[in-house]
């Protein structure tokens, strides 16, 4: 193909539609060194492709922020885990009666305290005592 331009003449392989005449109109598209390039994306085309990165950057960023906030907690817990041992080392023995368990067993004891809770009345399961009977 060849053409003029205000810098004198041009030519260039461009790729027609089959059947296209010589001497027909053909819509050629340049970049900014004036090669020859494809056409730009449709306006449809580029708020798809806004609107995909757009969500995947927020999934992405969702997902980062879910799985450092669970690190942070699993390494929190560890630690607190740890600490709770240490201190249940140092008070055992005043709460259970029992010396040296924990020393003997070569290391922290965790310990997993369930609490029921009754939450209709407010107070503890079992927190309250069956009536004596009384004989006269």
Known sequence: MKWDDANGHRSAVVRVAAGQREGGHVRIWFDGQG?????????EAAVSAGLAVGGGTAVG??????AARKIVRITVDRHRLVEWGREWERVESRWTGRTGMTARAGGTRL??????VDHGRG???GAQRAPREHTA
Not at 35 to 43: A, E, G, L, M, N
Request: hydrophobic share 50%; net charge positive; glycine share 4%.
């Open 123 to 125: 107070g503890r399961r």
């Open 111 to 116: 310990v997993a305290v369930r609490l029921a």
């Open 35 to 43: 090669r020859v390039t494809s056409p730009p994306i449709r306006p």
């Open 61 to 66: 960023t969702a997902a980062a922020a879910f």
